[in-house]
């Protein structure tokens, strides 16, 4: 059993999850990965005085083809754990398994030709663009990099291609950032993520700063890259009512670790971690009759400081189900004892010691 603070143990991540058998192989192979960043006092002779726990022990598979959304509150280190996928982090310690090999340690030209193939997409399309360079020169970038990929006389028939592909028009690779609205930018950065050509994007909250109205366009456009592109997907949100529709499979992540994951159905017609119940709880549902007949839960409290997180269950702070025990060992995300043997769609993995069904939102 883990100790208080220790590590959060996974099961054999080999084992298939009911719902999993439809996907493919594990594209990439996420394990114990950890990120702490430094927490120092003094001007001169800087001294070590704890740490931030962005990402404390999280370990997921990416299948091929498939997109699985990661959910959770601002701060519990999403964008940390995306940063990481991507090469722009280096982990602390754990291990990101590509195609068999770990590329947490990877560095000068192997990690260049690994990075190729898995990119970001950014959260904000305002800031993530060079507002003084053209649209051509935005999207044609990672060639400079990679020049292999396509030929300098080749480049300016590529951008446009990957413009037409995200639904702009090819003519405006000579405008500027500015000259485009907030959907239209996102468009601009999902088309630089293609540019090289890879197997994975990782969207980190690529629609929270569009308006409503512009989210659901662009989160088709990237459903239909995916099928044209065979790209497997790493969908960021801090909103359960986004990643519903695009996700296959979906993990809740609180405070640096993840609570739960499995299929969308699993988790949203039957989750087991309070967290998630909570989460889903919260979610907007547009009928009003069912409305109605939601619960909802309110969680006391904030989310606590990722530099001096709870022993045991990180939620336990804010969980109405707390007991001792949970203050002392830390809940493994595994498929819960009582639900081993079953063929229940609660059959999932949640790090919960009092892992229960609950019905919290209306069935669509
Ligand atoms: N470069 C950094 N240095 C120190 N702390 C950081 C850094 N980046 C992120 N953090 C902290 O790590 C935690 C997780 O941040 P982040 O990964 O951005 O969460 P999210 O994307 O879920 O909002 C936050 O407490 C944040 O303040
Ligand atoms: S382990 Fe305990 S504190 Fe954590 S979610 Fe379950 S009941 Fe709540
Ligand atoms: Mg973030």
Redesign the pocket.
Known sequence: MAHADGPQAVQDPQRPQPGQAALGEPILEIRDLVKH?PLTQGVLFKKQVGA?K?VDGVSFDLRKGETLGIV?E????????AKMLVGLERPTSGQIRYQGQDIATLSGRAMKSVRRNIQMVFQDPYTSLNPRMTVGDIVGEPYEIHPEVAPKGDRRKRVQELLDVVGLNPEYINRYPHQFSGGQRQRIGIARGLALRPEIIVADEPVSALDVSVQAQVVNLLEGLQDEFDLSYVFIAHDLSVVRHISDRVAVMYLGRLAEIGTDEQIYDHPTHPYTQALLSAVPVPDPEAREHRERILLAGDVPS?ADPPSGCRFRTRCWKAQPLCAEVVPPLEVPAEFQDTESPARHASACHFAEERHVVPSD
């Not at 601002?74 to 754990?81: N, P, Q, V, Y």
């Open positions: 960043y931030v962005a959770g601002s701060g519990c280190g999403k964008s940390t754990l990722p």
